[in-house]
């Protein structure tokens, strides 16, 4: 099946720092991807919705000038977290969908980033 | 937007089947009924998919009623690799696909 991977797995930093996750898909070319948080106990919510080459969209409530989305390519999306605080703190996902096809209908999701600001 | 109710938590006997319900009263005519599931502390991976007719895969059958307005996960086999948070969800019908998770069902699976 296809994979979608995440760069770090986890991260540690100073409130005020910024944070960059990256999400790739290994073995397609990911149309659109997705980004989610996932607070302790809670289930995912969407963040926004990026396609390569294009602005992502943001879900209502996400400042987009604190979440930074860059969709430089097809298999790579980034996340950066600028000026992290503590309720920044919580467990970020990303998902891919393919190309048109046999892939399409299917949401492939990396195994996450846990990020914790101090 | 369509929503889906789920039991909070449902529990099994390992090897005994798990029938996880779903309702979404207020779906429309495409969308799309899919099942994901998420393990402790990993990102959630895709279970099954259906619309109209009943779908079997290799992890698990999708029940779907013939009004639409629920529908049943089936586990036929429950190991303790199954335990995890089930999500039933609606796709919006748009071209991004966009994925609403909801809180799911946790399934417990005793030994």
Not at chain 2, 14 to 27: G, K, Q, R, Y
Not at chain 2, 52 to 76: C, F, G, P, Q, Y
Request: glycine share 6%; hydrophobic share 35%.
């Amino acid at each position: 099946g296809a994979v979608v991977s995440q760069h770090p797995s986890w991260v540690i930093c100073k409130s005020g720092t910024s944070v960059k996750i990256e999400c790739r898909s290994l073995d397609f070319q990911a149309t659109t991807m997705f980004w989610y948080r996932q607070f302790p106990k809670q289930s995912l919510m969407l963040m926004a919705t990026s396609n390569e080459g294009s602005k992502a969209t943001y879900e209502q409530g996400v400042e987009k000038d604190k979440f930074l989305i860059n969709h430089a390519s097809l298999t790579l999306s980034t996340l950066t977290v600028t000026s992290a605080h503590p309720e920044d703190s919580s467990f970020y996902i990303c998902s891919a969908r393919g190309l048109a096809g046999v892939f399409s209908y299917e949401q492939f999701f990396g195994p996450g980033t846990r990020l914790t600001v101090l | 937007d369509a929503k889906t109710t789920q039991p909070n938590s449902m529990e099994s006997n390992e090897e005994e089947p798990v029938h996880l319900p779903c309702n979404h009263s207020t779906i429309s005519g495409t969308d799309y009924i899919h099942w994901y599931r998420q393990l402790p502390s990993q990102g959630p991976e895709y279970v099954i998919h259906g619309l109209t007719s009943n779908v079997n895969n290799r992890m698990a059958s999708l029940a779907i009623a013939e009004d639409r307005k629920s529908s049943t996960l089936i586990l036929h086999r429950a190991t303790l690799r199954d335990a995890a948070v089930y999500y039933c969800i609606l796709s919006l019908g748009s071209n991004d696909y966009k994925l609403s998770f909801g809180a799911g069902t946790t399934v417990t699976v005793r030994a």
